[in-house]
């Protein structure tokens, strides 16, 4: 019904940047929040970042200032610079989001995760 697909993962060393993006896809009347997530292996997942379909954003504290989520409204799409990047910043990356879609009823969707890895 709705599909997530992010790219923009890979590999970098230890001050490095990437750009991750997520693009929304299927039977979408409109998407309020949207955000990144992060799982290290052996860890939980945890959130990274959200923002509204105003453009509001939230960060965790271990990313604030080094990480900046934005958003395409007219693309379905949310993005995530990251700079400044750490060896704990490895994770595999979620997006997420919660879409109405043309029924109007409401979804939290998931994408399938893309994959940082921070090396020295």
């Known amino acids: 019904q709705v599909q997530l697909v992010e790219s923009g993962g890979g590999l970098v060393q230890p001050g490095g940047s990437l750009r991750l993006s997520c693009a929304a896809s299927?039977?979408?009347?409109?998407?309020?929040?949207m955000g990144w997530y992060r799982q290290a292996p052996g860890k939980q997942r945890e959130f990274v970042a959200t923002i509204t379909n105003g453009g509001r954003p939230n960060y965790a504290d271990s990313v604030k200032g080094r990480f900046t989520i934005s958003r395409d409204n007219a693309k379905n799409t949310v993005y995530l610079q990251m700079k400044s990047l750490k060896p704990e910043d490895t994770a595999v990356y979620y997006c997420?989001?919660?879409?109405?879609?043309?029924?109007?009823?409401?979804?939290?969707?998931w994408g399938q995760g893309t994959l940082v890895t921070v090396f020295s």
């Open positions: 997420n989001a919660d879409v109405v879609v043309t029924t109007r009823s409401t979804l939290n969707a």
């Open positions: 299927g039977s979408i009347f409109s998407i309020n929040a």
